[in-house]
């Protein structure tokens, strides 16, 4: 490991939550004398328990981390369920959070190594009691990736699984698998999961538009610069995928776009 330990989650800032996710991990540091760590937030404001959305942005968020690091992840609906709580890694780097989708976007990778955190040395504070079933942000997520990140091997916090315990994204959403929004930025550009190389994104390039709201969106523009003003286009975004905008104005805001909405692509 690196020592960079990252964190998204869907907590806020307002609130003494992430607060309490870094004195864990402060503390289990703690306990590392010559191990020097650094914590980045990588984003806390995404939608509360929004899985799909919250993978997009861990998956793109996360893209660019040298390996080695370990990236703590939290959008936990079904906190203190059956759902497993999971560490894995994959490209040399470990992910640890929820076994409810969050995750789900490295299922298909080959060197995913998968485990289900149930070694009670690992989880929880000293000075605390139990695990609290409604925070395991703090009493497992935490420590484990606080461990994993000092340098405690991956099968050591857990009992080895399949990559079935990532579990899947709500309603199959699998990217790709429709075209969809999955992420308004705070410019109003509506990104979706649209590949270029997939089928719909050659068809959408062979048609020049897609159909959003039953309304048709030209494209493929180069850049925002090259577009009428006032009028909306698609393009390609710099992960890869079709994104809608507007010039100087905002396409969610004068479309109505929302996060989930499916686009369509028509025949060429």
Not at 13 to 38: C, H, N, T
Not at 123 to 128: E, F, K, N, V
Request: aromatic residues 8%; negative net charge; contains cysteine.
């Amino acid at each position: 490991m690196n020592g960079y330990l990252t964190m998204t989650t869907d907590f806020g800032l307002r609130d003494p939550w992430v607060a309490e996710l870094k004195g864990v991990v402060a503390g289990v540091w703690s306990r590392y004398p010559d191990f020097v760590g650094r914590m980045i937030d990588l984003g806390h404001e995404l939608d509360a328990g929004d899985i799909a959305t919250g993978s997009w942005f861990l998956q793109r968020a996360t893209a660019g981390w040298p390996s080695g690091t370990v990236h703590l992840a939290v959008v936990d609906p079904g906190v203190g369920t059956g759902r497993p709580a999971v560490a894995c890694r994959a490209a040399g780097s470990c992910f640890v959070g929820p076994g409810n989708g969050l995750l789900a976007f490295l299922r298909d990778r080959d060197d995913l190594e998968v485990v289900i955190l149930d070694r009670t040395l690992y989880l929880g504070q000293p000075d605390r009691g139990g695990i609290s079933s409604t925070f395991h942000g703090r009493d497992v997520f935490a420590p484990v990736a606080a461990h994993l990140a000092a340098g405690v091997p991956l099968g050591q916090v857990g009992t080895p699984a399949g990559a079935e315990a990532l579990g899947s994204l709500p309603g199959n959403r699998t990217p790709g698998a429709a075209c969809r929004i999955v992420w308004i930025d705070r410019f109003g550009n509506a990104v979706t999961d649209l590949t270029r190389e997939g089928r719909l994104g050659k068809r959408a390039e062979a048609a020049g538009l897609v159909v959003v709201g039953g309304r048709p969106v030209p494209g493929p523009v180069e850049t925002y610069g090259l577009a009428p003003a006032g009028e909306a286009f698609w393009y390609w975004g710099s992960g890869g995928t079709l994104e809608i905008a507007m010039r100087g104005r905002s396409a969610a805001r004068e479309l109505d776009l929302q996060v989930g909405l499916v686009l369509t692509v028509p025949e060429a």
